[in-house]
């Protein structure tokens, strides 16, 4: 499957910026979706994760109650709605999708076979 990431930008601190990630494949529903990010000079880290099927959400601790993921199977699109925005949440994004993921390994990246190419966001202070 390819992936297409999108909707990055630059805002204020506190505001909110919408992500999408648009697939290739009409079976993108049975994929379990995440994303993560790399901020400059750190390390790629998970944000966020929607399971195929079930669609079971899963958040890094950072963001949770700020950032919410959501998926449109009729559009084939996964999308990343960011809210209440940090400095600290400037990196570029990439959404990533796997369709054998498995619960205890569902935040690593290695368990994503799927990658998209990255959208920057960057937070003003």
């Known amino acids: 499957v390819q992936l297409q990431a999108s909707g990055g930008g630059l805002v204020q601190a506190g505001g909110s910026l919408r992500l999408s990630c648009a697939a290739s494949?009409?079976?993108?529903?049975?994929?379990?979706v995440g994303w993560f990010r790399q901020a400059p000079g750190k390390e790629r880290e998970f944000v966020t994760t929607?399971?195929?099927?079930?669609?079971?959400?899963y958040y890094a601790d950072s963001v949770k109650d700020r950032f919410t993921i959501s998926r449109d199977n009729a559009k084939n699109t996964v999308y990343l709605q960011m809210d209440s925005l940090k400095p600290e949440d400037t990196a570029v994004y990439y959404c990533?999708?796997?369709?054998?993921?498995?619960?205890?390994?569902?935040?690593?990246?290695?368990?994503?076979?799927?990658w998209g190419q990255g959208t920057l966001v960057t937070v003003s202070s």
């Open positions: 990533a999708a796997s369709l054998t993921s498995i619960l205890s390994t569902i935040r690593e990246s290695t368990s994503y076979a799927h």
């Open positions: 494949e009409r079976t993108f529903s049975r994929y379990t």
């Open positions: 929607i399971r195929g099927g079930s669609r079971h959400t």
